[in-house]
């Protein structure tokens, strides 16, 4: 099977979407994909048309995008859905947006269950709206068994302050004498952390031009290849993805170290 897929590649250049999908699964596929869906706004004032229409046509884009993640094997994939800053928006958008859950959900949690996926949030809860969370952990519970892709949620998530809070947590540890400041490394900082049981993202997409973090996942993007697109969120596809990945596939990963041949 092996040797027919390289025969294969060697002689035709792959040209549907599901050829491109199924050869980028004989590659090495990121367990965690992170996503700033970014130029809502932008691809609405293109036509003419309100800011929330950009958004729900953001939202539209995600149930295509978590399908092909969990197709091609991707555990998990935490896309940006409203940062701690966006509270700022004028109200009707926040709003708006704070709905989005609900209605994303509403249609999409049956298929959500169907396919395996399990729903997860990361962010401060305190300040969402009461019917925002009702919607979003009614999907935690419904798909808390699935063990497919994990759809992470980052929803009122902000990434400095979720650093801060972890320091936090390890200095009453310290305080408590649960355990010493030497103690604190790379992995225990992790294990605090909102993403503890994910682990790091392996790629992180930032659509709309923008080539900033905007205080996402600060922390856990150490290590991450970044792939950046013009293309405005609402506009991004299912090709758009699998172009994402096989740029990871194509760069090396090094961590610090040296390529396996360099260090020979
Ligand atoms: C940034 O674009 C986008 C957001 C602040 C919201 C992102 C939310 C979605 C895509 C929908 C989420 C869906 C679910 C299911 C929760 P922007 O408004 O800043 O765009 P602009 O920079 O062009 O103005």
Redesign the pocket.
Known sequence: MLDKMKIWKSTKEPDTLDERIEECKSYKIPDHIAII???????ANKRALP?IA??HE??K??RPITRLANRLGVKALT?????TE?WIRPKMEVDY?MK??EE?LGTFLPELVEENVQVQMMGERSQIPKHTLKAVDKAIDATKNNTGLVLN?A?NYGSRSEILQAAKSFAVKVQNGECSIDELDDEQFSSLMMTHHLGDPDLMIRT?GEIRLSNFMLWQLAYAEFWFTDV??PDFSEEHLIEAIESYQKRSRRFGGLKSEESQ
């Not at 869906?37 to 691809?43: A, I, L, V």
């Open positions: 869906m970014d130029g809502n706004g932008r691809w800011r950009g958004h953001g939202m884009t995600v896309l940006y859905a409203f940062s966006n947006l989005l859950p994303f949620f929803l709309s405005l969120w």
